[in-house]
């Protein structure tokens, strides 16, 4: 089936570093890839879309030199979070959607296959 | 742009009942509305999921229905268990590969035994 990894699962780091998150389709290519952010108990909100070889498509609200996203293949995506403040913590989950349709067994072209996440603690 | 709105926001059943959950979304070009189910900590796990082209489906004790012209969807449970229990959301989209789906703010499920 079709598996998205994320790395770290959990990280904690001081106040005004930055932190990377790595965003990886293991079994199939995602030409575009999606970024969440969730706080407790709320839903996911959108952040950003990813797309393969160009910019990221952020949406409104969400600074792009804070979140700075690269797609640099189609199995691959990263959020960085710059400088980093206590109030940037959160769960961040992204997320990919195949990009054809494929066999049996393979993802389908609609169903978006999501991260296990990364909680973020900046102290 | 797409706006999803889901009701209840907490829903408390008895082991045996059914569940009802119920979605509406603005943008009548969406045609993709998945439900996921989600554990505290977890990744959103998809359970079922309706394309515009149907307007009802059935997997074991899960139901979706759709109505396009009202624009709203439901998530039907029935015989719950208490390891339903979750936090429920659904979803709208287009059908395309670079849209990226829209979530309602989600309903926390409690199924007591």
């Known amino acids: 089936g079709a598996v998205v990894s994320q790395h770290p699962s959990r990280v904690i780091c001081k106040s005004g570093t930055s932190v990377k998150i790595e965003c990886r389709s293991l079994?199939?290519?995602?030409?575009?890839m999606f970024w969440y952010r969730q706080f407790p108990k709320k839903s996911l909100m959108l952040m950003a879309t990813s797309n393969e070889g160009s910019k990221a498509t952020y949406e409104q609200g969400v600074e792009k030199d804070k979140f700075l996203i690269n797609h640099a293949s189609l199995t691959l995506s990263t959020l960085t979070v710059t400088s980093a403040h206590p109030e940037d913590s959160s769960f961040y989950i992204c997320?990919?959607?195949?990009?054809?349709?494929?066999?049996?067994?393979?993802?389908?072209?609609?169903?978006?296959?999501f991260g296990p996440g990364t909680r973020l603690t900046v102290l | 742009g797409e706006n999803v709105e889901q009701h209840p926001s907490t829903l408390s059943v008895q082991e045996g009942d059914s569940a009802v959950i119920k979605c509406t979304y603005s943008?009548?070009?969406?045609?993709?509305f998945p439900w996921y189910k989600q554990e505290l900590g977890k990744r959103p796990q998809l359970i079922i999921d309706i394309r515009s082209n149907v307007g009802e489906k059935k997997d074991q004790r899960i139901a979706v229905t759709l109505n396009k012209t009202a624009k709203h969807f439901s998530l039907h449970i029935t015989e719950t268990q208490p390891e339903d229990s979750a936090v429920y959301f659904c979803?709208?989209?287009?059908?395309?590969?670079?849209?990226?789906?829209?979530f309602g703010k989600g309903t926390t499920l409690s199924v007591s035994s």
């Open positions: 943008d009548s070009a969406s045609n993709y």
């Open positions: 997320s990919a959607r195949a990009s054809s349709l494929g066999t049996s067994g393979s993802p389908s072209y609609n169903e978006q296959f």
């Open positions: 079994d199939f290519q995602a030409t575009t």
């Open positions: 979803a709208a989209s287009h059908n395309q590969a670079g849209t990226a789906l829209i």
